[in-house]
Nanobody
């Protein structure tokens, strides 16, 4: 089992920034990829970004490229999502997930563990 705890969400004005953190504990050696997804009310969970734990390769949804940056701290078993130039449409609950095996990192149903989520609200 891997336990994930997200933090860093909050209320921010449009154009502002937030940094989300996701700390992993438990069987962290089984982590292959860590990803961030978000879910707005009435919408499906949407891929945001992912990072391969081993080599640090990063992936982004097209709409987040240039605004969001994912990074990791292996020593702390923590992944970060730096979000800049936030827009009201970025408002959602942001979830951190762990995927043990290779595959489609954009597919939420391929992730094995999830955190409880952290709310991000961007006001206009």
């Amino acid at each position: 089992q891997v336990q994930l705890v997200e933090s860093g969400g909050g209320l921010v004005q449009a154009g502002g920034s937030l940094r989300l953190s996701c700390a992993a504990s438990g069987r962290t050696f089984s982590v292959g990829t860590m990803g961030w997804f978000r879910q707005a009310p009435g919408k499906e969970r949407e891929f945001v970004s992912a990072i391969r734990w081993g080599d640090g390769t990063t992936f982004y949804a097209d709409s987040m490229k240039g605004r969001f940056t994912i990074s990791r701290d292996n020593a702390k078993n923590t992944v970060y999502l730096q979000m800049n130039s936030l827009k009201p449409e970025d408002t959602a609950v942001y979830y951190c997930g762990v995927k043990r095996y290779l595959g489609n990192y954009r597919a939420s149903n391929e992730y094995d563990y999830w955190g409880q989520g952290t709310q991000v609200t961007v006001s206009s």
